[in-house]
């Protein structure tokens, strides 16, 4: 299976973090509490897509709020497929990282 | 500072790993055996250059052939803003991935 | 206030809607409003705009990386390049961009102003069914101050109209009730309003927030306030059924309804409306034909004709209406012309031109055109200069179309940059605008995608037209030759380059000759001997019918003072009788003779206190007790026409039963605008009664005079408050319109010459550029500074003296025409052209000179090294 790439792993866990709240504003918000970077919309929404076409990812619209002024949402959920990518990044990082701990980071 | 990418982030590991022994062929050996990756040499070279450009590493020229007319190895070595690179890289990951055991798959 | 608060910028937003994907499946709106929202709540509406804003342009970006992937790398490339470049050429970037931007900005506000002008009363639901009657005059030679057309009616007419023929679906009368004075408690306004019939409202849409169309203008003494109006008088009261006072009249009026402020873009502006038949109240005369100071409306079926139907009308008037109306031919205009093609006398409408309109839009498009085709031809001019890195990006691999690509693509953006400066040029100027035009024009972006879209093309075609020169020609290069510096002089464009100097200059210069014509006629008009003097005069209007004994008092109290050197007072103004009746009289020969005479009712002093000068007779006396009922004075000109050797003594009737015997002569003097011939024109005293009070005054002291008039005033206990206004002031009012022409040649052969200086600079520029080298060799050969300067202008002014030829005859024909809309008028003396053609060389030389000083004060050895 592909790879993914660093944002596509952040924003698939902020999805699946957010569980039913995922859509553009809290995934930027999630995303820019961990990485401490700011990511602007269009990288967002290009990233979904590719997620999306690669099918990681499936949106449904939520129901209007009914609260005055309630606004139309995508939410984003994670496909069986995109769980499948998670959790493998998961494990890459674990072998790879496995036998280091950073207190390790000195010139050798 | 902008994160490194994950293809990046696994050079620099193997570089780091390798020590003094870092070059196109040994590297490409342990990304190969760390993550299960192959790397082209193109993609690999390219990344090096860049990774070079952004000053994680430095190229060594180590020393010819014993060939006639052979070329020297270059050699990678990290640098200091490679190996906070790493370490940002590593905080990130656990930031991320914190208090979640094993991802499940329901 | 809420709404605005939500909505960060509809530019914006239009801008995010048109990233289709964004907007459509990811919901880039919602989600960058909802952040604007808590954004305007943490840090503040201004901070958030700027996210806002940021946000949307960055979109554009990933947007673009979206759709073009990997080619949008070029893209950035591209967009590196062409801000490295101008970077460069600060200067000459920012010479090429203002120049363009200013143009457009001037083609923006003119088309603005132009589409208001032409939006006039098309608010209305029944507009295009709604017409207004107007009266020809059959006769010739009794033309009214020069025209023949006359808006007024009979109040008899329009229920006539409307009894008679199947055709009309609805008429309405309309008078205007100017200036009036409202009174509520003790506030006092005067406003401007008209007198209407009940189906006024039901014919025209002007919404009512309060009463019911029905019922609003049935009854007497009703009165319909604008929102605004009723703002002013009763705060946030409430109007309705509430009564005011209007002017000196017995009745008060009762509120019975208030109406949205009538729209800027309305023939009629009014801020209350009176029932029509309140007049019947008030013992007017509605069932005579001969009445006519009303305006009538009639509302046609849908699909009429209303030319079929005007004959239809003059059937039925040769029949019905009495012989004196008879004269008359009755036609229909339709509403949407009332503004723009208004030639009537006693129009009530607001009236433009449509000529002006021409006009405006004709220079508009003038302008724009020089701006574009000053930045192509700077910007072709410039790029040749280019070859050299056009030459490296070849050698490095660039392909041809690659370049062609890099050259439209930054001449595009440049334009495009041009455009959004233009049109924040715009938005700063608006205000300026406003004021000079004494109106507000709605500027709504959004809500013109026609023009958004015209400009855009306008745009586009300037930039791709003016990259085209170096994409096409420099790019077919062969690097090594352009490295080595064969690529040979820009021959090819210099003749279009000279043209197009000549071209704009020669409108410069015609706009030039335009606003010093004017600016002469003017001035020629302020200092025509108007055969009585207007100095010093204060006037104050007498809106009071009645005046009886107090004017005389008034009259004695103030001539005591010493700083007053005369009183008098008189129907009409001297500086516009336009009271006229027709006489028939017969002349020596025994024929009979009909003319139109304009006459005045005036006071004794009249005469004295303006200096007219008599030429024949006695002015009036109080020696003689008979002048007030018979004397009549007449002008040259009467005399004249009544065709009397010796006109004094003689009688004649200049109403229907009276009987004036003339006592005396005088001079023509002009009592009409200067469009104007001097007609007959007739001062008697009988009927007598004061419309304005003149006060000629002392040069010392002008304030405290005119407080001691007012005293006097105020003391008389009379109704209308105190105004007052100096003669020449009101003279030079009645040029207004033309003094408001003058200023907008002005502005325009400003711009035109500016706009024509910046692209000679940028060529004058370009043109020492390319001779670096000669100026070296010659300089090295012993030419001075001035030499050079010399051979360098000598090119360009040859160019600029050519406009002169070209632009001479059309300013003299335009000019021509303009002039002999005045009966009295200066003549085109050459010096005019001379100075135009003299302040264009001026302007030209400044430019080039500049750069040609700048060229040959160089280094020769800097200049050599190339070789």
């Known amino acids: ?108 | 500072m902008k994160e490194i990418s994950k293809a990046e982030e696994m050079v620099l590991l193997a570089i780091w790993r390798l020590a003094n022994e870092a070059y196109g062929v040994s590297i490409r050996r342990q990304i190969r055996k760390d993550a299960g990756k192959d790397y082209t040499y193109g993609t690999l070279y390219g990344l090096l250059r860049q990774m070079d450009h952004k000053g994680y590493i430095k190229k060594i020229k180590g020393e010819p052939l014993p060939k006639k007319g052979g070329r020297s190895k270059t050699y990678f070595k990290i640098t200091p803003s490679g190996i906070r690179a790493l370490k940002d890289a590593v905080a990130l990951h656990k930031r991320i991935w914190k208090d979640i055991n094993e991802f499940s798959l329901d | 206030m809420e709404n605005r608060e939500k909505i960060p910028s509809r530019a914006a937003l239009w801008i995010l809607g048109k990233l289709t994907v964004y907007s459509d499946r990811y919901f880039i709106k919602e989600d960058l409003e909802e952040e604007y929202i808590t954004l305007c709540q943490s840090e503040g509406r201004s901070k958030a705009r700027h996210w806002f804003w940021r946000q949307t342009l960055l979109a554009v970006g990933y947007y673009v990386n979206y759709r073009f992937g990997w080619r949008s790398f070029m893209l950035k490339n591209y967009l590196k390049t062409t801000f490295r470049h101008m970077k460069r050429n600060k200067v000459y970037s920012f010479i090429n961009i203002a120049g363009l931007a200013v143009g457009l900005s001037c083609f923006v506000l003119i088309l603005l102003f132009v589409r208001f002008e032409l939006s006039f009363d098309n608010f209305h639901e029944n507009g295009n069914q709604i017409y207004r009657f107007y009266k020809k005059r059959e006769v010739a030679g009794l033309s009214y101050m020069g025209n023949s057309y006359f808006m007024t009616t009979p109040a008899i007419l329009a229920p006539t109209l409307k009894e008679t023929f199947p055709e009309v679906v609805n008429t309405t009368r309309l008078n205007k009730a100017e200036n009036m004075l409202l009174t509520y408690k003790g506030k006092q306004l005067y406003e401007d309003g008209i007198c209407a019939d009940k189906e006024f409202l039901k014919m025209f849409t002007f919404p009512l927030v309060r009463g019911s169309k029905a019922d609003a203008l049935t009854e007497s003494y009703s009165i319909v306030l604008t929102e605004s109006l009723a703002q002013k008088i009763f705060g946030s009261g409430d109007p309705l059924g509430k009564s005011l006072r209007i002017s000196a009249q017995e009745n008060d009026y009762k509120i019975t309804g208030i109406i949205k402020d009538v729209p800027a873009n309305s023939h009629l502006r009014f801020s209350f409306m009176i029932s029509f038949i309140s007049q019947k109240a008030r013992n007017r005369n509605f069932d005579d034909w001969y009445k006519n100071s009303y305006f009538t409306y009639v509302q046609l079926q849908e699909g009429t004709d209303y030319r079929e139907f005007e004959k239809k009308i003059a059937v039925f008037l040769d029949r019905y209406a009495p012989k004196r109306f008879a004269h008359y031919t009755g036609q229909l205009q339709p509403l949407g012309r009332a503004h723009l093609y208004s030639f009537f006398n006693f129009d009530p409408a607001v009236t433009g031109d449509i000529k002006n309109i021409y006009l405006y839009s004709a220079i508009a498009f003038i302008i724009l055109l020089i701006a574009c085709v000053n930045y192509m031809n700077l910007s072709t001019a410039r790029s040749s200069q280019r070859a050299k890195e056009v030459g490296m990006r070849k050698v490095v691999g660039a392909s041809r179309r690659e370049i062609i690509r890099q050259f439209l693509g930054e001449s595009t953006l440049t334009a495009f940059l041009a455009l959004i400066l233009g049109l924040f040029l715009v938005k700063t100027a608006l205000p300026l605008f406003h004021s000079f035009l004494g109106q507000t024009i709605p500027f709504d972006l959004s809500e013109s995608p026609f023009l958004i879209f015209t400009l855009l093309i306008v745009i586009l075609f300037v930039g791709l037209f003016s990259g085209s020169y170096p994409a096409l020609f420099l790019s077919a290069f062969r690097p090594v030759q352009i490295l080595k510096g064969k690529t040979g002089r820009a021959k090819k464009g210099a003749g279009l380059r000279n043209g197009l100097v000549t071209f704009q200059f020669s409108i410069s210069i015609i706009l030039i000759v335009c606003t010093i014509v004017v600016y002469s006629q003017l001035q020629f008009i302020r200092h025509k001997d108007p055969g009585y003097n207007r100095e010093h005069v204060v006037v104050v209007p007498l809106r009071e019918v009645r005046m009886g004994k107090k004017l005389e008092v008034i009259k004695n109290i103030l001539n005591k003072n010493p700083n007053v050197l005369g009183v008098s007072a008189s129907s009409h103004l001297p500086i516009h009788i336009g009271n006229r009746n027709t006489i028939t009289v017969l002349n020596s020969e025994g024929e009979e003779v009909k003319i139109s005479m304009y006459y005045a009712l005036v006071d004794f002093d009249f005469i004295d206190i303006f200096d007219i000068k008599l030429k024949a007779g006695r002015n009036f006396s109080r020696d003689f007790g008979t002048d007030p009922e018979n004397a009549i004075i007449i002008n040259e000109t009467a005399a004249e026409r009544l065709g009397w050797d010796d006109p004094l003594g003689k009688s004649f009737s200049i109403r229907n039963d009276w009987d004036q015997k003339i006592i005396g002569v005088v001079k023509d003097f002009h009592f009409q605008s200067y469009h104007l011939d001097i007609e007959p024109m007739a001062l008697l005293m009988k009927g007598f009664w004061a419309s304005y009070l003149y006060v000629k005054i002392r040069a010392t002291d002008i304030p405290g005079t005119i407080a001691h008039i007012q005293k006097v005033y105020d003391e008389h206990k009379i109704h209308h408050a105190f105004d007052y206004y100096f003669l020449d002031d009101a003279f030079n009012r009645v040029y207004q319109a033309e003094q408001k022409f003058g200023t907008t040649f002005r502005i325009f052969s400003f711009l035109a010459v500016f706009i024509s200086a910046l692209g000679l600079f940028g060529l004058a520029s370009f043109s020492s550029e390319q001779k670096t080298k000669e100026i070296g060799i010659r300089k090295v050969l012993g030419a001075s500074v001035f030499n050079i300067t010399f051979l360098l202008s000598r090119q360009f002014t040859r160019w600029v003296l050519i406009a002169n030829l070209i632009s001479w005859p059309i300013a003299y024909y335009v000019m021509n025409r303009w002039l002999q809309s005045f009966a009295y008028r200066t003549s085109l003396q050459v010096w005019i052209f001379a100075l135009a053609a003299g302040l264009a060389l001026l302007v030209a030389l400044a430019t080039i000179g500049y750069q040609s000083i700048k060229a040959a004060t160089a280094n020769p050895v800097d200049s050599l090294r190339y070789e």
């Not at chain 1, 995303?31 to 929404?45: A, K, N, P, V, W």
């Not at chain 1, 997620?51 to 994670?78: D, H, I, N």
């Not at chain 1, 995109?82 to 494990?91: D, I, T, V």
């Open chain 1, 1 to 108: 299976m592909a790879r993914l790439s660093r944002n596509e792993e952040i924003i698939l866990l902020s999805i699946w973090k957010l569980d039913d709240n995922a859509y553009g504003v809290t995934i930027r918000k999630s995303f820019m509490e961990m990485t401490r970077q700011i990511l602007h919309y269009g990288s967002l929404y290009n990233t979904l897509e590719l997620l999306t076409r690669k099918g990681f990812v499936t949106c449904r619209e939520s129901r209007p709020e009914s609260r005055k002024g309630g606004r139309r949402k995508k939410l984003y959920y994670l496909t069986p497929t995109g769980r499948k990518a998670l959790k493998e990044a998961q494990s890459v990082y674990r072998s790879v990282w496995g036998t280091v701990s950073d207190l390790e980071f000195k010139r050798k």
